[in-house]
């Protein structure tokens, strides 16, 4: 089957750098997505890694080992807005059409405070 | 500005109940899923369509099934609504090949009593 591993919370102080981890079992891998979600509000994309290593969006940090099956997203500087949970998304191809799925993790809650 | 939009915002519905969540998304995205959001469970996909008339099961589709008649229009359908389907759902779309962005849908709350 599909997996994916997530913590449930994590709480860290404004200005701070914390780490998301997210490891993952799946066929067909094609890449590792992010996810924001307020509460209240529809998930809304942060970055995607397809290869090994880091990609760096502002604030906002995403990395890969698809050797270790193993993904992280990093947010530097925290702000209370940050204040969210994040999902990780594996992109993996269906063997019934070829087409692309996306099966995301349980969620981490963060809690960023003052 | 992109926009995926759905049919309700809150919904309540009766046990046994045919309940239609509708999904429409104006970016000619060819992809288009169904997920359901529970706490702890992260979102699970339901079904998704590649295109037109096309459909795949994802990894709960027990109790539901899709209509896809048109490009911009996903439909979700429950055909004997049941208290366990209680559930925030949300509907997503991306363009084909290498667009990576999944964009959301506000999202349905769905009561069945």
């Known amino acids: 089957g599909q997996s994916l591993e997530q913590p449930s919370e994590v709480t860290a102080v404004e200005g701070a750098i914390v780490q998301i981890n997210c490891t993952y079992q799946t066929s067909g891998f094609y890449g590792l997505s992010w996810y924001q979600q307020h509460d209240g509000g529809a998930p809304t994309f942060l970055s995607y890694?397809?290869?090994?290593g880091l990609e760096e969006t502002g604030r906002f940090s995403s990395f890969l080992s698809r050797s270790d099956s193993y993904g992280y997203l990093l947010l530097q500087e925290l702000q209370m807005k940050d204040s969210a949970s994040y999902f990780c998304a594996v992109r993996s191809e269906s063997r019934d059409s070829g087409t692309y799925k996306y099966i995301f993790g349980t969620g981490t809650r963060l809690k960023v405070l003052a | 500005d992109v926009k995926v939009t759905q049919s309700s915002r809150y919904l309540v519905k009766r046990t046994g109940e045919k309940v239609f969540l509708e999904c429409v998304q104006d970016?000619?995205?060819?992809?288009m899923f169904w997920y359901r959001q529970d706490p702890g469970l992260g979102l699970r996909l339901i079904y998704f369509s590649y295109d037109v008339k096309m459909k795949e099961k994802g990894d709960i589709p027990e109790g539901y099934s899709v209509s896809r008649e048109k490009k911009e229009r996903f439909s979700l359908i429950l055909e004997s609504a049941s208290t366990n389907q209680t559930s925030m759902y949300l509907c997503a779309s991306i363009g084909a090949g290498l667009n990576y962005e999944q964009y959301f849908g506000p999202g349905t709350r769905l009561t069945v009593t």
């Open positions: 970016m000619d995205h060819e992809n």
């Open positions: 890694n397809a290869l090994d």
